[in-house]
Structure formats: structure tokens, C-alpha cells
């Protein structure tokens, strides 16, 4: 196992979709697992308006966002963390360019969740999310 350069840790966030979003509520941790878009500042995700991860990021902002791959010998692996306070977003235009990333890293038309805008934008519960990257590590056993 080696530890990943920033450059190989970006890479590798660019080229996957799913990740997992991990909160604390209550002082317990909490994760769901969700597709993701990267602008290579920021990553770009949201759950359920109203859920359990909503009510995490209202009252706890700091989270983690794990992304790993592994062979199914656990032989071959890559994981990558990032740490950092989330932002909620709930101006339409920041909603709309993060469906759209998220809509770009999974190769679908960037207009493909566009409908999903209206639904969350200005809606007190929605956990439409902006997360720096601000802390990230990665270990690979890959050369």
C-alpha cells in the first residue's frame, strides 16, 4: 500500500460516480451511499430532502465523502477520503450547476436531472451539497 499524490487522488475522483456520504447526528455516525459530480473544487451530491442525512448536515456540517474500488480479492484497492464542512445550497443556480456536474461525471446529458431543480430548490429540508475539497487523502496499492 502507498500513499496517492493529489494529482492521482483527483483522477481518480474524476473518473468514478458513487460514493459515501458519511454524517454525524446525535453524535453517531451516519452514511448513504450516492452518485457524486466533481468540478476539481468541489464535489457535488445531495440526499433525500427531509431524511436522516438532511437532518445530520442542519445540525453538523463537518462530513466525509469516500470513494473506494477494490478487486474482489481485496488484493488490488483504492480509497479516497475527503474531509471538509458541507455546504448546503439552495439557490437554483448552484442546485442547477451541481445536477449538472453530477449529470457530466456519470456521462449522461447535463440536462438529465435538470427536473430535479425545482423540486429542491428553496425547499427548507432539501441537502443539496457543495463539499470543498479542503482535506483529502488516498492509499492505493496500485504502482
Known amino acids: 500500500m502507498r500513499h496517492m499524490s493529489r494529482e492521482e487522488i483527483i483522477d481518480f475522483i474524476k473518473h468514478y460516480t458513487w460514493g459515501t456520504l458519511i454524517g454525524i447526528e446525535d453524535g453517531k455516525p451516519y452514511a448513504v451511499e450516492l452518485s457524486y459530480g466533481f468540478d476539481g473544487n468541489y464535489i457535488y451530491c445531495g440526499s433525500r430532502p427531509g431524511g436522516r442525512m438532511a437532518r445530520c448536515i442542519m445540525g453538523n456540517q463537518q462530513v466525509a465523502f469516500k ?46 436531472f435538470d427536473g430535479v431543480v425545482d423540486h429542491v430548490a428553496g425547499n427548507p429540508e432539501s441537502n443539496s451539497l457543495r463539499i470543498p475539497l479542503a482535506a483529502i487523502s488516498g492509499v492505493t496499492t496500485r504502482r
Do not use: F
Open 67 to 112: 470513494i473506494c474500488e477494490s478487486d474482489r480479492s481485496y488484493a488490488s484497492y483504492t480509497a479516497v477520503i475527503i474531509e471538509a464542512k458541507a455546504e448546503r445550497m439552495t439557490c437554483r443556480d448552484d442546485i442547477l450547476t451541481s445536477v449538472r456536474c453530477i449529470a457530466r461525471q456519470r456521462g449522461l446529458n447535463e440536462r438529465a
